[in-house]
């Protein structure tokens, strides 16, 4: 697919170039600063990518960047939780993205393919009938990812064939970002909707507190490699028959058995 890729100089927006690349997408990165850029990753991968510059608020210059570089999918890392006290722009990121991709999709006549990046606290919390993850959570925590969450369950997939990526904490396997020279797979288990492998522990049944307490140590055992979830999202966007359009999607690293 042709993907045009917001925060590309975040960390995961940056892992996301070879991953992209190595399941034989072509990438233009869509990004405020090219210089930040080209401080991060190789020079070899640099070269390998188109650029465009621009504010992921500014929903006419993403669509331009759709059209000029015929996208057919778009991937959007884009944005940071802000310091309290300060507007949360997530959710105006996520409909600014979505509108222009809306928009280049319905002149097609072909829904366009996107992915966003949420929280785990959009996902159902397992043995609570429904609740979510989030209403055991402090609000802080996790209202810039409603915004988001609620931009998409807004959208019919017929609009807009989206995916919403849950995850809990990310952290990198490696600090150099370079080609890869073939996909690097991922070990990972995905679910939607609800976490994969949930674990309760014993708190939960301490009266009133308990299921508050509960999620502390659970959400912490979905620590992911960025890489992974990179290549998740790339492998993805290169089948065509994924289940993964208009879900929350979840997933934990899978653990490996040691050999005796």
């Known amino acids: 697919m042709r993907v045009l890729l917001l925060g590309a100089t975040g960390n995961l927006g940056s892992r996301l170039i070879p991953a992209l690349l190595a399941h034989k997408h072509t ?4 990004v405020r600063s090219p210089d930040k ?3 991060l990753i190789s020079t070899a991968l640099y070269d390998s990518i188109t650029i465009t510059t621009g504010d992921a608020l500014d929903s006419a210059a993403v669509e331009a960047a759709i059209r000029a570089n015929n996208c057919d999918a778009i991937v959007n890392t884009a944005g940071n939780r802000m310091p309290s006290g300060q507007e949360q ?3 105006k990121i996520a409909a600014s993205v979505t509108s222009a991709a809306m928009r280049v999709g319905h002149e097609r006549g072909k829904p366009f393919r996107a992915w966003l990046i949420g929280g785990l606290g959009s996902l159902e919390y397992p043995g609570t009938g429904g609740w979510k993850l989030q209403d055991y959570m402090f609000d ?3 209202a810039h990812h409603k915004q988001t969450e609620a931009v998409l369950k807004a959208i019919p997939t017929t609009d807009l064939q989206w995916s919403l990526l849950c995850v809990a904490f990310m952290k990198p396997a490696s600090i150099s970002i370079d080609v890869l020279e073939s996909p690097r797979g991922n070990s990972l288990a995905v679910a939607t ?6 674990r309760d522990g014993w708190v939960k049944y301490i009266p009133f507190i308990g299921r508050y307490l509960n999620i502390i140590s659970p959400i912490l055992s979905y620590t992911t490699k960025l ?5 998740l999202i790339a492998a993805d966007l290169a089948s065509s028959d994924t289940e993964l359009i208009g879900e929350l999607v979840a997933m934990k690293e899978v653990e490996q058995k040691q050999a005796l």
């Not at 909707?193 to 949930?198: D, E, F, Q, R, S």
């Not at 890489?227 to 290549?231: C, L, P, R, Y």
């Open 27 to 30: 990438v233009t990165v869509y």
């Open 193 to 198: 909707g609800t976490p994969p492998a949930w």
């Open 37 to 39: 850029l080209r401080g």
């Open 140 to 142: 802080f925590m996790s």
């Open 227 to 231: 890489e992974d979830v990179a290549d």
């Open 89 to 91: 722009i997530l959710g």
